[in-house]
């Protein structure tokens, strides 16, 4: 049985909850996880954006393109819990390091933050292009931390369909007469 590993750092149902990062190896649910989290969360009153991380970020560069960009970063500032789902699972350039940088840093100890990877922390660092930025965001998401530790099969794995050797009728050849 193969098995991983998916840490949740924190559960963000109030205001002013520090950031979470649930991290395994693909299919075990860290994307179920932390849209439960969501819901949870408003379900209580809370705002929730859940976003994939590089959809995130183009957006981001694209709203810099029709001064837009300010505004756009103050709702990501202003929610209540912000889910970034599959962080750092493509290399960032120094622009995206830029961008989560300033994220995490306004929002950290104001307002909850839940990424989703792939990756520990070492090899998110790898994946963001301004060192220094990387380690400053990254040392912030963890400085308060709460930990939850799930074992399982990837769920994919589990729902694939299989094949059922238990009845299967010999086929048939049209007899020749």
Same mark, same amino acid.
């Given at each position: 049985?193969?098995?991983?590993?998916?840490?949740?750092?924190?559960?963000?149902?109030?205001?002013?909850?520090? +950031?979470?990062?649930?991290?395994?190896?693909?299919?075990?649910?860290?994307?179920?996880? #932390?849209?439960?989290?969501?819901?949870?969360?408003?379900?209580?009153?809370?705002?929730?954006?859940?976003?994939?991380?590089?959809?995130?970020?183009?957006?981001?560069?694209?709203?810099?393109?029709?001064?837009?960009?300010?505004? %756009?970063?103050?709702?990501?500032?202003?929610?209540?819990?912000?889910?970034?789902?599959?962080?750092?699972?493509?290399?960032?350039?120094?622009?995206?390091?830029?961008?989560?940088?300033?994220?995490?840093? %306004?929002?950290?100890?104001? #307002?909850?933050?839940?990424?989703?990877?792939?990756?520990?922390?070492? %090899?998110?660092?790898?994946?963001?292009?301004?060192?220094?930025?990387?380690?400053? #965001?990254?040392?912030?998401?963890?400085?308060?931390?709460?930990?939850?530790?799930?074992?399982? +099969?990837?769920?994919?794995?589990?729902?694939?369909?299989?094949?059922?050797?238990?009845?299967?009728? +010999?086929?048939?050849?049209?007899?020749?007469?």
């Amino acid at each position: 049985m193969a098995r991983s590993t998916t840490k949740v750092d924190m559960v963000p149902l109030r205001k002013n909850e520090p +950031e979470a990062r649930t991290s395994s190896s693909v299919g075990v649910g860290k994307t179920f996880l #932390a849209t439960a989290l969501g819901h949870i969360a408003v379900r209580r009153g809370r705002s929730v954006h859940f976003e994939r991380a590089d959809t995130l970020l183009k957006r981001l560069k694209a709203t810099r393109l029709d001064n837009s960009h300010d505004a %756009e970063v103050r709702k990501l500032l202003r929610v209540d819990v912000l889910i970034i789902d599959d962080f750092a699972l493509r290399p960032m350039d120094v622009t995206d390091t830029a961008e989560v940088y300033e994220i995490i840093v %306004e929002r950290h100890r104001r #307002a909850s933050t839940i990424l989703t990877s792939n990756r520990d922390p070492g %090899e998110m660092l790898a994946q963001m292009a301004d060192p220094l930025l990387a380690q400053s #965001a990254i040392d912030r998401l963890h400085s308060n931390a709460h930990e939850l530790v799930l074992d399982g +099969e990837s769920y994919r794995r589990r729902q694939r369909p299989g094949i059922d050797t238990t009845h299967h009728p +010999e086929p048939s050849c049209p007899s020749r007469h």
